[in-house]
């Protein structure tokens, strides 16, 4: 494949270029998908990324010509709606960011799964199950999809929300047909949104719909074989019944950020990967439970209001909005500046409530360390007086 550019050499495995041909003659998009990423990673390796990512962009598109031929993907579906019980989701481009005890674990669980084949072979293979549980926005379902990336399979969700829904057919059924159609696909398979299963307990339905529907699932789960990896995930994972528990040997609690991974979350999301190493500390260092897709939402704002003023980022307007955040609810930066103020009482607040020095409110502010200091000698005034 010849292409001109930047970077190396590109090397593409022709084992690739050819299942991506054949897939695309048999009209299977996940094939087509699986291979395309690949080929999109081999460009990456390279130094080629504008063509990884274009590449890439494709694979996301749902493949419309083919539908409206009257093609479908062989996915499982609801009989009495014929909706679709299992999506397809691309990997990701977006790195995931994690805390030590859980970069361990994830990291642990792709070695094993690399090296289920060896390790069935002496007896020593564990159920590649693994359970995500942690609040809203902490990066759950893009761990899973870290998986399957890691992996190189494709990444099926189920959202058993949906599936539990009353708008779908027999559930138990819907939830024996997922675990039938995964083995065969050598996928991930994501069982997002597991709280819904606990959710049956509620007086609308009676007890018998959910032991039947948390039996099927274990039923489901005992059935596959060594090589199929299930990840599910959970908000409330003290909800689960502790027989579903017991199945998933690998655990990761993602929780609210730690002060690493809040630094590496603004460094991504505010400073576009750019060294502003003191910045994202001091941020950091008064974020502390914000979800990742908290700092998200705020980074995002700030660069989008930064770059339609054609001005740098507002650092006063996120302190502001990180403050006004409360947990799962993220405020976001205020267009246009604050006044003296506003600016005059988040320096007070820096100071006493988060215990920043004057210099680094000074760097937040964009004042200089005499204005910080009478901005805050004002306020002892006012509380004496
Ligand atoms: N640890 C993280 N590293 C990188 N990005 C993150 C992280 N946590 C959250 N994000 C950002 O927030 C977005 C939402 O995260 P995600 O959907 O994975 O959360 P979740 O835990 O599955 O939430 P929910 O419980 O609401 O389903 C991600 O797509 C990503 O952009
Ligand atoms: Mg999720």
Same mark, same amino acid.
């Given at each position: 494949?010849?292409?001109?550019?930047?970077?190396?050499?590109?090397?593409?495995?022709?084992?690739?270029?050819? %299942?991506?041909?054949?897939?695309?003659?048999?009209?299977?998009?996940?094939?087509?998908?699986?291979?395309?990423?690949?080929?999109?990673? #081999?460009?990456? &390796?390279?130094?080629?990324?504008?063509?990884?990512?274009?590449?890439?962009?494709?694979?996301?598109?749902?493949?419309?010509?083919?539908?409206?031929?009257?093609?479908? %993907?062989?996915?499982?579906?609801?009989?009495?709606?014929?909706?679709?019980?299992?999506?397809?989701?691309?990997?990701?481009?977006?790195?995931?960011f994690?805390?030590? #005890?859980?970069?361990?674990?994830?990291?642990?669980?792709?070695? =094993?799964?690399?090296?289920?084949?060896?390790?069935?072979?002496?007896?020593?293979? *564990?159920?590649?199950?693994?359970?995500?549980?942690?609040?809203?926005?902490?990066?759950?379902?893009?761990?899973?999809?870290?998986?399957?990336?890691?992996? *190189?399979?494709?990444?099926?969700?189920?959202?058993?929300?949906?599936?539990?829904?009353?708008?779908?057919?027999?559930?138990?059924?819907?939830?024996?047909?997922?675990?039938?159609?995964?083995?065969?696909?050598?996928?991930?398979?994501?069982?997002? %949104?597991?709280? +819904?299963?606990?959710?049956?307990?509620?007086?609308?339905?009676?007890?018998?719909?959910? &032991?039947?529907?948390?039996?099927?699932?274990?039923?489901?789960? =005992?059935?596959?074989?060594?090589?199929?990896?299930? /990840? +599910?995930?959970?908000?409330?994972?003290?909800?689960?019944?502790?027989?579903?528990?017991?199945?998933?040997?690998?655990?990761?609690?993602?929780?609210?950020p =730690?002060m690493g991974v809040r630094k590496d979350l603004w460094t991504h999301f505010l400073f576009e990967d750019q060294d502003e190493s003191q910045l994202s500390e001091l941020l950091a260092s008064f974020s502390?439970?914000?979800?990742?897709?908290?700092i %998200?939402?705020?980074g995002?704002?700030?660069?989008?209001?930064?770059?339609?003023?054609?001005? *740098?980022v507002?650092l006063?307007?996120v302190?502001?909005?990180?403050?006004?955040?409360?947990?799962?609810? *993220?405020?976001?930066?205020?267009?246009?500046?604050?006044?003296? #103020?506003?600016?005059?009482?988040?320096?007070?607040?820096? !100071?006493?409530?988060?215990?920043?020095?004057?210099?680094? /409110?000074?760097r937040l502010?964009?004042?200089?360390?005499?204005?910080?200091?009478?901005?805050? !000698?004002? =306020?002892? #005034?006012?509380?004496?007086?």
């Amino acid at each position: 494949m010849g292409y001109d550019g930047e970077g190396g050499n590109v090397i593409v495995d022709p084992k690739n270029v050819i %299942e991506l041909t054949d897939a695309a003659l048999a009209a299977d998009y996940t094939r087509v998908r699986r291979a395309a990423n690949l080929i999109a990673r #081999e460009f990456t &390796k390279a130094g080629k990324e504008a063509v990884a990512r274009e590449l890439r962009s494709l694979v996301r598109k749902r493949g419309v010509p083919l539908r409206a031929s009257g093609y479908l %993907e062989a996915l499982p579906v609801d009989s009495k709606s014929r909706l679709p019980l299992v999506e397809e989701q691309p990997w990701p481009e977006a790195p995931v960011f994690l805390g030590k #005890e859980a970069n361990r674990i994830f990291h642990d669980f792709l070695m =094993d799964a690399q090296h289920v084949g060896e390790l069935s072979a002496k007896g020593l293979a *564990s159920r590649l199950c693994l359970l995500l549980s942690g609040p809203p926005g902490t990066g759950k379902t893009l761990l899973a999809a870290h998986v399957a990336a890691q992996l *190189s399979r494709p990444f099926y969700v189920v959202r058993l929300d949906s599936v539990i829904s009353s708008l779908l057919g027999d559930t138990a059924k819907n939830i024996r047909s997922v675990f039938d159609f995964v083995p065969s696909q050598k996928a991930v398979l994501l069982l997002d %949104e597991m709280d +819904a299963l606990a959710k049956l307990r509620d007086d609308r339905h009676e007890l018998g719909e959910l &032991k039947r529907v948390v039996n099927t699932v274990i039923q489901g789960l =005992d059935s596959l074989d060594s090589h199929t990896v299930v /990840i +599910a995930a959970t908000n409330h994972p003290h909800l689960l019944d502790s027989a579903v528990w017991r199945r998933f040997p690998y655990k990761i609690n993602l929780g609210y950020p =730690d002060m690493g991974v809040r630094k590496d979350l603004w460094t991504h999301f505010l400073f576009e990967d750019q060294d502003e190493s003191q910045l994202s500390e001091l941020l950091a260092s008064f974020s502390k439970g914000l979800s990742g897709a908290d700092i %998200e939402a705020i980074g995002l704002a700030a660069r989008r209001h930064a770059l339609l003023n054609s001005q *740098s980022v507002d650092l006063a307007a996120v302190a502001l909005a990180v403050l006004h955040s409360e947990q799962g609810k *993220s405020a976001l930066p205020q267009r246009g500046g604050l006044d003296a #103020e506003q600016k005059r009482r988040l320096a007070q607040e820096l !100071k006493v409530r988060n215990g920043l020095t004057g210099a680094a /409110i000074s760097r937040l502010l964009g004042v200089t360390r005499q204005a910080v200091y009478s901005y805050l !000698k004002r =306020d002892a #005034e006012n509380q004496h007086g």
